[in-house]
């Protein structure tokens, strides 16, 4: 069973910053599939970021170029460092891990373990 627990969110300026941390306890993480998720009331969530046990990222398209996801396989810990922030970045942030038995792409229904969530707030 893995343990996730999401950390760094927060309120932000449009065009600010904010770095998430995701720790990962319990089975294998460095062996996983890890993913960022978002969701706002009323929406669907929304794939934001993965980054697989090679190293791999894949990133959609509405944040490419501003957010950066990396893993430190050490202490099992994923960031995701967000800049040049949006008001449409707003929403809850949620941290996903799943077996790297296929590629590594953000796709929900393949993430079997999931963290608390931590609200973003851009402004």
């Known amino acids: 069973q893995v343990q996730l627990v999401e950390s760094g969110g927060g309120s932000a300026q449009a065009g600010g910053s904010l770095r998430l941390s995701c720790v990962a306890s319990g089975g294998t993480p460095r062996s996983y599939c890890m993913g960022w998720f978002r969701q706002t009331p009323g929406q669907a969530r929304e794939g934001v970021a993965t980054a697989d046990n090679e190293g791999r990222t894949t990133y959609a398209s509405s944040v490419k170029g501003r957010f950066t996801v990396s893993r430190d396989s050490r202490k099992n810990i994923v960031y995701l460092q967000m800049n040049d922030l949006k008001p449409e970045d707003t929403g809850v942030y949620y941290c996903?891990?799943?077996?790297?038995?296929?590629?590594?792409?953000?796709?929900?229904?393949?993430?079997?373990?999931w963290g608390q969530g931590t609200q973003v707030t851009v402004s």
């Open positions: 996903a891990a799943r077996g790297m038995g296929s590629k590594c792409l953000p796709q929900e229904a393949d993430f079997g373990y």
